[in-house]
């Protein structure tokens, strides 16, 4: 495949939330994703009070500990720091107040939604985070629940200032049924600014491949060269790509 390709969703900073274990599984993630053709492949560990009680500080600190090993190794793709927000109500404050972590450029910032229940006042909170200058990226969609029922729910996300994010796993039935019609539905319609690899472990990254192949079949060289370049570049440059 091309080079150029760009992972913005992806979990390779060891031992910091649910993702790469070590850090030569976090080295071997990179690697793959290199061969793939990624060029640029952004971490983002979970920030999620309770759960994964990481702030921005502490994702810095984790980043700054393996940063050298891999720039040390010139043949693994560019990295990034950002972080993959939960839009509770204390996150969305740091959101706020400038605490949280977007994407490289300041602009974009990737949040994950509850999978059951569609959050409250959730348009008028993406509507806030737009008046305070950041874009909010919606992480794999075609994960909640909400959006397999009213696959509208999200053109009206989109509408409130929304880009979306396509988790290519889920085309590869990684989540299950459900999840896979809901992701080839949203593609029908043309409500993907992105897609990521959202990868945890190294055996996720043969998903992205075989995604990536699922994509080119159906929609053509361009839909692949788009939501892997076009669409996250425009992204880290601080604008919402065209659909």
């Known amino acids: 495949m091309p080079s150029g390709y760009i992972d913005l969703h992806c979990h390779w900073i060891p031992n910091i939330d649910d993702g790469a274990r070590s850090v030569e599984d976090g080295l071997r993630m990179l690697a793959e994703l290199g061969a793939l053709g990624f060029r640029t492949v952004v971490a983002t560990p979970h920030m999620r009070p ?32 950002s972080s993959e927000h939960y839009l509770d109500d204390t996150v969305f404050q740091r959101l706020l107040a400038g605490s949280g972590l977007p994407y490289p450029g300041g602009r974009a910032v990737l949040i994950e939604l509850s999978p059951v229940e569609c959050p409250s006042l959730l348009d008028y909170r993406l509507v806030d985070l737009c008046r305070h200058r950041l874009i909010p990226v919606i992480a794999h969609p075609e994960r909640y629940q909400y959006i397999w029922k009213a696959p509208e729910k999200l053109e009206q996300l989109i509408r409130a200032g929304a880009a979306t994010l396509l988790d290519i796993g889920a085309l590869e039935g990684a989540y299950g049924r459900e999840p896979r019609r809901c992701a080839e539905q949203l593609l029908e319609r043309g409500l993907y600014h992105a897609a990521c690899s959202d990868a945890h472990r190294v055996a996720d990254i043969d998903h992205v491949l075989a995604g990536m192949e699922a994509i ?23 604008r919402v790509p065209d659909l």
Do not use: C, M, W
């Open 50 to 81: 309770g759960l994964f009680d990481n702030t921005r500080v502490d994702l810095e600190n984790a980043y700054a500990q393996v940063q050298p090993v891999v720039v040390s190794k010139p043949d693994l793709p560019q990295i990034a720091l």
């Open 216 to 238: 080119e079949r159906r929609y053509g060289r361009e839909e692949v060269e788009y939501l892997f370049h076009t669409g996250p570049q425009a992204l880290l440059d601080g």
